[in-house]
């Protein structure tokens, strides 16, 4: 059971290239979650999925598109790069029950952009 | 203001301490509250929710102030194993949506 997987661990782009950030979970969680993590902002949502085949918008979704391909997996994609996109990125996974619930993340991406 | 305020320290205390961090929320209609713990370029995970009595795991007490809108986090006979940053998190509405906290960095030294 591995949980939460991201790959790759680290990617370094240049402006403009494009990339995609996969995250898989085994889990059989309904809900699905990508973040960034800038110094001293805490993790801010990018985007959500509530369940497979929907996904939606969180705090800072500019830049960023995303696709629930199945119940597993939940890939980022940066279709242009830009320096402001530099972060680390976390993938999580939930499954609600009641009102307290865990969310379990992967190890993260640390992307750099140049 | 951000949605969930913490001091991000560090907080350096000896082993043996008893040490403890606040954090203020902005969103009244908030449900539920949690601390993670994430360990230096790792993942975030969970370490307690917080209940509306307030709650205990072993030497850590979380307590909830809905009326002055503020969660705290005790942590009692420090170990060296405790230094990380504690993440305050909030549900930002009905659902499993979470918002953190910029986080709280504690340093436990021998």
């Known amino acids: 059971n591995a949980g939460v997987t991201q790959t790759p661990k680290f990617q370094v782009l240049k402006t403009g290239q494009s990339m995609t950030l996969q995250c898989a979970q085994d889990m059989n969680h309904n809900s699905m979650y990508w973040y960034r993590q800038d110094p001293g902002m805490g993790l801010r949502l990018i985007y959500y999925s509530a369940s497979e085949g929907t996904t939606d918008k969180g705090e800072v979704p500019n830049g960023y598109n995303v696709s629930r391909l199945n119940k597993r997996e939940f890939s980022l994609r940066l279709e242009s790069a830009a320096p402001s996109q530099t972060s680390v990125y976390f993938c999580?996974?939930?499954?609600?029950?009641?009102?307290?619930?865990?969310?379990?993340f992967g190890p993260g991406t640390r992307l750099t952009v140049t | 203001r951000k949605e969930v305020e913490q001091d991000p320290g560090p907080f350096n205390v000896p082993e043996g301490a008893t040490v403890a961090f606040n954090c203020t929320y902005s969103?009244?209609?908030?449900?539920?509250f949690f601390w993670y713990r994430q360990d230096c370029r790792k993942e975030p995970k969970l370490l307690m929710s917080v209940y509306s009595s307030g709650n205990e795991d072993g030497r850590f007490t979380a307590q909830l102030n809905r009326a002055s809108q503020y969660i705290s986090l005790l942590i009692r006979d420090s170990k060296l194993s405790d230094s990380a940053t504690y993440l305050c998190?909030?549900?930002?509405?009905?659902?499993?949506?979470?918002?953190f906290g910029g986080g709280t960095r504690l340093m436990v030294k021998p």
């Open positions: 999580a996974s939930s499954e609600v029950r009641g009102p307290f619930y865990e969310q379990y």
């Open positions: 969103n009244s209609a908030s449900q539920s």
């Open positions: 998190v909030v549900n930002k509405r009905t659902g499993n949506m979470l918002t």
